[in-house]
């Protein structure tokens, strides 16, 4: 009963005691690539994916499956 009794006064204590730890934790991450434009592309531009030109096919059918792909990944 004793064991019992020290296991969940060991269990509640360190419960309690970490409820507080977020606040502690402040390390600044600074990423190491951060101004990398071969990783991270032009920030705020548009993806280099889009600029991407493709030769229409003579049916046309490559234009539209590329325009309805383009439409349902970059929805506006």
Do not use: W
């Amino acid at each position: 009963m004793r064991k019992i009794l020290i296991a969940i006064s060991i269990v509640s204590l360190t419960t309690l005691f970490s409820c507080g730890i977020k606040g502690h934790n402040r390390a600044e991450l600074r990423p190491i690539n951060a101004t990398d434009e071969r990783i991270y592309g032009d920030i705020g531009g548009v993806a280099r994916q889009t600029l991407n030109k493709y030769e229409d096919d003579a049916t046309g059918k490559t234009a539209e499956r590329i325009a309805k792909i383009k439409a349902k990944m970059y929805p506006r």
